[in-house]
């Protein structure tokens, strides 16, 4: 036992630094010859030949912890895999809300219009036409609402706007249909009996054939008298009008001329204001305090919807769900669309809609001749040439009032 080194077991009293003579102890341990077959013959084992040192290793040696800032792998977090892992996850989240949004607006709209049910229809064209019409639906609507909005409570309902929209390569054209035109009632298939009901030549005002047979006759009409094919029918009342606004805080419009009306409950101050649900529904159903009542109306129509599908569609609104949801389900709730309708093709159509607005598209009104007793009277050749550049999908040239 005299080969332990001088000082070892002293702490700090030995001459030479722990760690050398650890490592001197180690080479001058004698290694036995031959290994004994007994208990008592088995030669002590300080555990020091099994390669572990004792003391503090020199800097940098094997073992040293890594300079601050510089840690390999396995030591603290792995930032970019954290990264990863979370960008994965917003991603799946972001896909499921998207595609739970979509189910649930799809869900939604009300598909009750057949055009099946249509005969007699002109051939398709390039490029989609949607039929849009306001009603005034009354559904769903309390009467201190009907009190508020101006609208009655008359049974039934009417149409109080109608316009065309075609989308396509060139550009977005919206056309009113001004509720007053003088239209030939074709022949038709009752939308509940299925009856035919014979052409007799008889002419009447435009919304008349939506109050006789409701939407297949008015496409159906709105067909016979134009030779347009019209590719999706949608339907909005009152009641999802004026929700819609209120959802987005309301539509800023810049009105040239002051107007009141009574009937329609509207008083506007000329210049920029933000419209309401109450006020912006009362904007597109003036016509008594204009002189061209109702071709006056159906600018402002246009003017408004395009204003609307202009700041629904913007970031703010899109992007931020306590706006989002209340908007669509506003719209939704009252929409009624035909069979056919996906919720790709509505998207479609607010963006063409929104177009009009941005430049990109134009708006006019049909082309008008003359009156035939207090009804508007389309003109033949302008209308006739202004369905041939829609059918070809051609920049439309025509005009109308």
Do not use: C
Not at 183 to 194: A, C, L, Q, T
Not at 224 to 239: K, M, R, S
């Amino acid at each position: 036992m005299n080969d332990w080194p001088e000082g070892y077991g002293r702490g700090s009293q030995g001459s030479q630094p722990e760690g050398a003579r650890v490592m001197r102890h180690v080479q001058r341990r004698p290694v036995p010859q031959q290994q004994s077959q007994g208990y008592d013959d088995a030669p002590y084992d300080s555990g020091y030949n099994t390669g572990q040192v004792y003391g503090s290793p020199p800097a940098g040696g094997p073992g040293a912890p890594p300079p601050s800032g510089h840690a390999p792998a396995g030591y603290g977090p792995d930032w970019r895999r954290r990264i990863k892992i979370g960008s994965l996850v917003l991603v799946v989240a972001l896909l499921a809300v998207t595609i739970g949004t979509y189910f649930w607006a799809d869900g939604k709209l009300k598909r009750e219009v057949d055009l099946a049910k249509v005969i007699e229809r002109p051939g398709a064209g390039d490029g989609t036409n949607y039929l849009i019409v306001g009603s005034d639906s009354r559904e769903g609507m309390s009467d201190e609402d009907k009190k508020k909005l101006h609208t009655g409570s008359a049974e039934g309902k009417r149409t109080d706007s109608m316009m065309i929209l075609h989308d396509g390569s060139n550009g977005p054209t919206l056309i009113s249909l001004p509720r007053d035109s003088d239209v030939e009632i074709p022949s038709f298939k009752g939308s509940d009996s299925g009856k035919l009901f014979p052409n007799t030549g008889r002419r009447v005002k435009l919304n008349a054939a939506y109050a006789e047979d409701g939407p297949e006759l008015l496409v159906r009409t709105v067909e016979h008298n134009t030779g347009l094919h019209i590719d999706h029918y949608v339907e909005i009342g009152f009641a999802g009008f004026a929700g819609i606004v209120d959802a987005i805080g309301g539509v800023e419009m810049d009105i040239p001329k002051a107007f009141k009306d009574k009937k329609s409950g509207a008083d506007f101050q000329a210049g920029k204001q933000t419209l309401d649900g109450e006020q912006a529904l009362a904007f597109v159903r003036t016509r008594y305090a204009f002189a061209g009542s109702d071709l006056d109306r159906t600018k402002n129509q246009q003017k408004f919807l395009a204003a609307l599908a202009s700041q629904t569609a913007t970031p703010s609104t899109v992007l931020n769900p306590f706006k989002l949801y209340p908007t669509m389900g506003a719209g939704l709730d009252t929409l009624i669309v035909d069979k056919d309708m996906s919720l790709w093709s509505l998207g479609q159509m607010f963006f063409a809609m929104k177009g009009v607005t941005g430049g990109e598209g134009t708006s006019m009104n049909m082309p008008i001749s003359g009156t035939r007793g207090g009804n508007l009277v389309w003109d033949k050749a302008k209308v006739k040439q202004l369905v041939e550049q829609l059918k070809n999908d051609e920049k439309v040239t025509v005009t109308g009032n």
